[in-house]
């Protein structure tokens, strides 16, 4: 479904021609498609930002001599993807990232992985690679080998030029990649006067996969299933994303039951990850007791989903084209039953924390991140809701089976890790509300329409959102029902940044609850 086009469109639109950029409108499934000369490429993000618009995702894909250099943007629930094209020859583009921060580490990425150069750019260092190939190999590039060509050790990354710390009393704090617990790699190199941060910079990348790549010459069955591993904890939220692009590309309609089921599984991954995520905010301040509760209740919650769906993270639950998994009269029953068991018990525990003046002095006002800085950064899901940010795909962009309900949308303005806290529980409970809504809405039919191989070259935009925000998912078919390009991108991607920002004049010791408070996927951004 392509949303129907609003005033700040044509006028866009309008802006570019009056500069003397002429604009290719092509529609494809689900998205508008402008296509600009390159050399305005920098000129569409200063109007895009003056307009006001959310830049969402960059990707870049090779076309035989040619490089197809993308970025989506996104105003009152319709989304744009911005085309380009430049010569393998010299692929150099002007940067976005001067106007939207939100764009650096994507470009970064995209000139590691292809060796387009962004003339320009705030930050030049690179992002993505990690030693694991050759200077001025390009593993995105369709003559580098899926295998590539790795030396027997991987050197180590030892010449990332960090910012330096300089003044009397200021000392530097090196934490990671490898970390005490059983977390994700990921390098945090702190500046610091006695406990208070100055600055705080991040250095992913060290569980690089390669999905991208190995994307490439997968069926649309295959692909689901690596997209629902780009972030185990996201499974049902990128799988989905994956399907309804493929789906949008090849032209079919998912049936009526497969989406109420889909929006089921779904609003169940946000909630055990919400309760997982409160449990261990209040963990990392040592309030042991009320994340032993949720951990006991995530539990319960997971092992219904063993029981119902077959798995306990349900993975592989969606397929192109629908669902692998109905839902019974009995299992409905239990799922509306636990749902009234765990409101109460929630009830509980929420209580006990609303009366901990312990943890209240350690969470408000802790990990401040302005409204203004979310959304210069993009920030996604309860990282930008906690600051004012009202969007949420669900409702904005309005896809099946939310366009059939009403649910209001948490939305905090404090910034704090407290209200980012606070707006996973209120998300709890408007999901619950949604699982029994999209149960009562279920009637008989099928679980699955059968697929309809689309032509080469098709291409379309996945929009859902996961528990963590907006996942946005492109693809583009080549021959014979074979993907040619995937590309997936987590709300992570646009969070992490805001972490380096919301830690600033934090304490030291604070720094794990700051973290834990955002919990960006390491996988999800290390594509």
């Keep these: 479904m392509i949303k129907t086009a609003t005033n700040w469109n044509s006028e866009l639109l309008n802006q570019l021609n009056s500069v003397g950029c002429s604009v290719d409108q092509i529609d494809i499934a689900s998205t508008t498609l402008w296509q600009i000369e390159s050399i305005y490429w920098q000129k569409f993000a200063d109007l895009a930002i003056q307009r006001q618009l959310r830049w969402v995702a960059g990707w870049a894909e090779q076309n035989q001599e040619q490089f197809f250099v993308n970025a989506c943007f996104e105003k009152e629930g319709l989304h744009i993807i911005v085309r380009t094209i430049v010569m393998a020859a010299k692929p150099e583009l002007p940067s976005q990232a001067v106007f939207y921060p939100a764009a650096n580490r994507s470009e970064r990425h995209t000139q590691d992985m292809f060796g387009i150069q962004f003339f320009d750019h705030p930050d030049k260092r690179k992002w993505t690679r990690h030693k694991a190939w050759p200077e001025n190999d390009f593993p995105l590039r369709k003559d580098f ?87 185990g904890d996201t499974t049902v939220g990128h799988a989905w994303a994956a399907c309804r692009a493929m789906e949008q590309a090849a032209g079919i309609t998912v049936p009526p039951r497969a989406d109420l089921i889909r929006g089921i599984l779904a609003e169940r991954e946000r909630v055990a990850n919400h309760m997982g995520d409160m449990g261990a905010i209040c963990n990392d301040v040592a309030f042991i007791f009320a994340q032993i509760q949720f951990t006991r209740l995530r539990e319960i919650w997971l092992r219904t989903n063993a029981q119902v769906f077959g798995h306990r993270l349900l993975m592989d639950r969606i397929i192109p084209g629908g669902v692998m998994c109905d839902l019974t009269e009995a299992n409905s029953t239990l799922i509306k039953k636990d749902i009234i068991q765990l409101r109460k018990e929630l009830a509980e525990v929420i209580t006990a924390i609303d009366l901990n003046s312990t943890l ?99 291409e379309s935009l996945g929009v859902v959102e996961g528990w963590r925000g907006e996942i946005v998912s492109y693809v583009r078919f080549g021959a ?31 720094f794990p609850v700051c973290n834990k408070s955002l919990n960006g996927s390491y996988s999800g951004n290390d594509l």
Excluded: C
Excluded at 183 to 209: D, M, T
Excluded at 403 to 431: L, P, Y
Excluded at 480 to 490: A, L, M, V
């Design 480 to 510: 014979d029902n074979k993907i040619s390009r995937f590309y997936p991108r987590d709300p992570s991607i646009l969070n992490w940044p805001a972490l380096e920002k919301l830690v600033l004049d934090n304490i030291v010791p604070d």
């Design 360 to 458: 209240e002095d350690r969470l408000y006002t802790a990990g401040y991140l302005s409204p203004e800085l979310a959304d210069a950064y993009g920030t996604l899901g309860y990282v930008g809701r906690a600051s004012g940010q009202r969007y949420d795909a669900r409702k904005d962009t309005g896809y099946a089976p939310y366009d059939q309900v009403t649910f209001k949308v948490a939305v905090e303005s404090q910034g704090d890790i407290a209200s980012r806290f606070w707006v996973r529980h209120k998300e709890i409970n408007a999901a619950l509300k949604l699982i029994e809504k999209f149960i009562e809405l279920l009637t008989p039919g099928e679980l699955v329409t059968p697929w309809n191989v689309p032509m080469q070259g098709s």
């Design 145 to 231: 080998p899926v295998q590539g060509n790795p030396d027997a050790i991987t050197l180590p990354d030892m010449d990332y030029e960090f910012v330096k710390s300089h003044g009397a009393g200021v000392y530097e704090i090196p934490v990671g990649p490898v970390h005490a617990g059983i977390i994700e790699p990921g390098h945090f190199r702190f500046q610091a006067v006695g406990e208070l941060i100055l600055n705080l910079e991040e250095r992913l990348g060290y569980v690089h996969k390669g999905i991208e790549k190995i994307a490439e010459g997968r069926s649309p069955e295959s692909l689901a299933r690596l997209a629902g591993r780009v972030s």
